[in-house]
């Protein structure tokens, strides 16, 4: 089977737990990394990169952390997305 670590589809939290690393600093790694990802935000619009996105990105961390699978916060983000969509609409 083989070692999880170096499989790319298996590259994680995993990986991450096995060199030691706690899961709140797992979580954190992820929500930062994930904010990050939407650095884009901070030229539209500074509150929602500084207080709404990270606080989003904490909660979405937490479902991957807790479903061991990003698929539910996948789903959450999609559903943020399109109901902020709506409500902008």
Same mark, same amino acid.
């Not at 479903?67 to 997305?81: D, Q, Y």
């Given at each position: 089977m083989g070692d999880l670590c170096v499989r790319p589809d298996r590259i994680g939290n995993h990986c991450l737990r096995k060199v030691g690393w706690k899961e709140v600093w797992i979580w954190l790694a992820q929500a930062r990394l994930f904010w990050l990802g939407h650095f884009y935000a901070l030229f539209n619009s500074r509150a929602s990169f500084w207080l709404i996105i990270p606080l989003t990105v904490l909660l979405l961390a937490?479902? &991957? @952390? =807790?479903? =061991? %699978?990003? &698929?539910?916060?996948? @789903? &959450?983000?999609?559903? &943020?997305?399109? @109901? %902020?969509q709506f409500i902008a609409w």
């Open positions: 937490w479902l &991957a @952390l =807790r479903a =061991r %699978s990003v &698929a539910p916060g996948m @789903l &959450a983000h999609g559903l &943020a997305n399109g @109901l %902020s």
